[in-house]
């Protein structure tokens, strides 16, 4: 079974600064990763999705990530957070079937 | 709005009361799909349906049923709920091609007492 491990329930960011989401994955199969993102009380919303096109993924709200499969990971980065971007989000890989996998999710708090 | 509706928003049930959630969507979409949010445990697939007709068990099926009426609606029924099935329930659809990503509802909150 695919699984993804998120590391960090909470990360703490200064407005301005660099934003780190991190995940690594686990599968036997090139992975289909995707990064999703929970504003209070709403639905999630799809970020960005590696499906092995390009390693280097771009997503809205200025987010991107980066598959790397010697360190089995898909870190989600923004150089510049803002306030906008405090939310929850989720790493998930496609399992057999079309069903996603999730991560515990990495709450997002932005400091002003 | 194309998307996902998920109705109630908001249930209180005591224990052992019966409900079913319902779910429908208007993109055509072949698959759907319930979930469970619980704190620090991300989502949890309950049940899912990969065409009008077929359902299948997720990760946490225990206490739960569903019901593919047809192509638009999926509905997940609590026939005697408990505490613990206290959470936020999400209903999700997906085109054939699953790169494409998944659509959610917006979820219902659901506190068992």
């Known amino acids: 079974a695919q699984s993804v491990t998120q590391l960090g329930s909470h990360v703490s960011v200064s407005e301005g600064a660099l934003v780190l989401l991190r995940c690594n994955y686990s599968?036997?199969?090139?992975?289909?990763l995707f990064w999703y993102v929970q504003y209070p009380n709403q639905g999630l919303q799809l970020l960005l999705k590696?499906?092995?096109?390009?390693?280097l993924v771009k997503g809205i709200n200025g987010f991107e990530a980066e598959f790397k499969k010697s360190e089995t990971s898909f870190h989600l980065t923004k150089p510049s957070a803002h306030m906008s971007d405090a939310a929850e989000y989720f790493c998930?890989?496609?399992?057999?079937?079309?069903?996603?996998?999730f991560g515990a999710g990495t709450i997002l708090r932005v400091k002003s | 709005n194309a998307g996902v509706t998920q109705t109630p928003k908001f249930q209180v049930l005591k224990t052992g009361q019966s409900m079913t959630l319902q779910c429908a969507q208007d993109?055509?979409?072949?698959?759907m799909y319930w979930y469970r949010q619980d704190p620090g445990m991300g989502l949890r697939l309950i049940y899912y349906?990969?065409?009008?007709?077929?359902?299948d068990k997720g990760e946490v099926p225990n206490g739960y049923n569903v019901s593919r009426l047809n192509k638009r609606e999926f509905s997940l029924r609590l026939e005697s709920a408990a505490p613990s099935q206290t959470s936020v329930y999400f209903c999700?659809?997906?085109?054939?091609?699953?790169?494409?990503?998944?659509?959610f509802g917006s979820g219902t909150r659901l506190t068992v007492v």
């Open positions: 999700a659809s997906s085109e054939p091609d699953p790169l494409v990503g998944y659509t």
């Open positions: 998930a890989v496609l399992e057999y079937g079309n069903k996603l996998v």
């Open positions: 599968s036997s199969v090139p992975p289909y």
């Open positions: 349906s990969a065409s009008e007709g077929t359902t």
């Open positions: 590696y499906t092995s096109a390009a390693t």
């Open positions: 993109m055509n979409h072949n698959s």
